[in-house]
C-alpha cells in the first residue's frame, strides 16, 4: 500500500516586531509610540521622532538612525513605565556649531542626550554600557543626562563630563567596572 503524501505544514504567519511603549518629551511636546525593539519604524513614525529631536536651535530635522531607536527602544524596556526626556538629539551643521565639536553623532541622527524620570541616571549608563556594542556612552553627571549613540563603524566609547565645559574624561572608572565580566 502506497504511503500518504507527505504535507508541509503551513508556515507560520508572520508575528509583529516585538515593540515597547515609550513616551518622550522634549519641553512641551509629548511623543508616546511603540517602538520596535529593532528600532525600524515607519516613514510616518520616523517622521514624528524627527519633529521631536530636531535642533532646537535651527529647526533642522533628521530622521533618527535605526541603530540608535534600538537603543532608545532598550532603555524603556529597562525602565518600562518611565517617560524618556530628550535633552538634546538632532543638531545644527557642522559649520553652525558654536561649541567647537569638530565631529558629532547628533549632525548625523545617531545620538541621542536623555533623561530617563524615576530612574538613577548612573543605572541607565551602565545598563546601556554593560549591554551593548557598537555605542557611545557619555555620562553628564551636572547636567544629569547621558549621551548615547549608534557607532557601528567606530570601537566603544565610555566618557564622563565632570562639569560644562570641561574636558571629557574617557575610558572612566564606571565604564570598567560595569564592563568588568566581560573582560
Keep these: 500500500m502506497p504511503s500518504a503524501p507527505t504535507i508541509a ?79 538634546s538629539a538632532v543638531r545644527a551643521e557642522p559649520e553652525r556649531s558654536r561649541d567647537g565639536v569638530k565631529h558629532s553623532k547628533h549632525w548625523s541622527g545617531h545620538a541621542i542626550d536623555l533623561k530617563v524620570h524615576g530612574a538613577k541616571l548612573s543605572d541607565v549608563r551602565d545598563a546601556m554600557w554593560k549591554n551593548h556594542h557598537d555605542i557611545g556612552v557619555g555620562w553628564y553627571p551636572v547636567g544629569g543626562f547621558i549621551h548615547i549613540d549608534y557607532r557601528p563603524d567606530i570601537h566603544d566609547t565610555a566618557w564622563t563630563q565632570p562639569k560644562p565645559n570641561a574636558d571629557n574624561i574617557y575610558h572612566p572608572r564606571w565604564a570598567r567596572v560595569a564592563r568588568a565580566e566581560y573582560w
Excluded at 518622550?24 to 525600524?40: A, K
Excluded at 527602544?73 to 530628550?86: Q, S, Y
Design 9 to 87: 505544514p503551513e508556515p507560520p504567519a508572520p508575528s509583529e516586531p516585538a515593540t515597547v511603549h515609550v513616551v518622550l518629551i522634549r519641553g512641551p511636546q509629548r511623543l508616546e509610540l511603540e517602538l520596535p525593539i529593532d528600532g525600524n519604524v515607519s516613514a510616518d513614525a520616523a517622521d514624528a521622532i524627527a519633529r521631536i529631536m530636531r535642533c532646537p536651535t535651527s529647526g533642522r530635522t533628521r530622521r533618527i538612525a535605526t541603530g540608535t531607536l534600538a537603543l532608545l527602544a532598550d532603555v524603556a524596556v529597562r525602565f518600562p513605565g518611565h517617560e524618556i526626556e530628550v535633552v
